[in-house]
């Protein structure tokens, strides 16, 4: 009987340990499976508050460019645009920035990858620029140049750029009507989120001249 009462007691002893403070196991010490708090997800998604003025950083890598205006009438400059933000933006709209004597005859976007689908030079401007290029594209394609894949441009205006997408912004311009050379200060894009507005001028300065840059 004795045994069976210091058994009896050590039980309980050792029981009282495994619940006391110091000895007591949490039932899922590691957090394994558990619900993802609120606050934790309010941490990590970016919000339009966060974006700034600019969010898709198109003041970012500038360049200088002057060619002779084709005989077609007009020169395509492209611009390489990646979207970074975790929201959709929608082009509104695409002007030049302080032209003289230059009209934007057209602005249209392709799909690109993050290279673009044009490599400029390295002597043009310093070459490729990053998340944002600008080069001038041909005036014409070659017509012994193979096809790229579905890239046929549409219209800049209400495209959507999805997170994380990379686009060519390709714009035409012309010398205006009289003129000899024109210039832009860039190039400058109106778009828009959820009700938020933004505005970028990507600071390519574009000259055109009908006989030749100096």
């Known amino acids: 009987m004795a ?7 050590g039980g309980v002893m050792l029981a009282a340990l495994l619940t006391s403070g110091c000895m007591a196991v949490e039932a899922n010490p590691l957090d394994v499976n558990s619900p993802r708090s609120q606050g934790n997800v309010s ?6 508050a966060n974006f700034g003025d600019d969010p898709l950083n198109l003041a970012e890598n500038g360049a ?15 611009v ?13 709209d695409v002007t030049l920035q302080d032209p003289e004597n230059l009209t934007l005859v057209s602005a249209e976007v392709s799909p690109a990858n ?5 490599k ?3 002597d043009d401007d310093g070459g490729a620029h990053g998340t944002h290029s600008a080069e001038p594209a041909p005036a014409a394609p070659s017509e012994s140049a193979e096809p790229a894949g579905p890239v046929e441009p549409v219209s800049a205006e209400g495209y959507n750029i999805t997170t994380h997408e990379y686009v060519n912004l390709v714009v035409a311009v012309s010398i205006a009507e009289g003129a000899d050379a024109g210039t832009a200060q ?3 894009v109106a778009y828009s989120t959820g009700g938020s507005e933004f505005t970028g001028t990507h600071p390519l300065v574009v000259e055109l ?4 840059c100096v």
Do not use: K, M, W
């Not at 045994?3 to 007691?9: C, D, G, K, L, Y």
């Not at 993050?114 to 044009?118: I, V």
């Not at 001249?209 to 030749?212: Q, T």
């Open 3 to 9: 045994v069976r009462s210091a058994a009896r007691v």
């Open 120 to 122: 400029a030079p390295a």
């Open 209 to 212: 001249d009908r006989e030749g």
């Open 114 to 118: 993050r290279d673009g689908h044009h």
């Open 43 to 48: 941490a990590v998604q970016q919000t339009v």
């Open 186 to 188: 860039g190039i400058t």
């Open 80 to 92: 390489l645009v990646h979207n970074e933000a975790l929201e959709t933006f929608t082009l509104d």
């Open 64 to 78: 200088t460019l002057c060619y002779t205006q084709p005989d077609i009438g007009f020169q395509e400059f492209t």
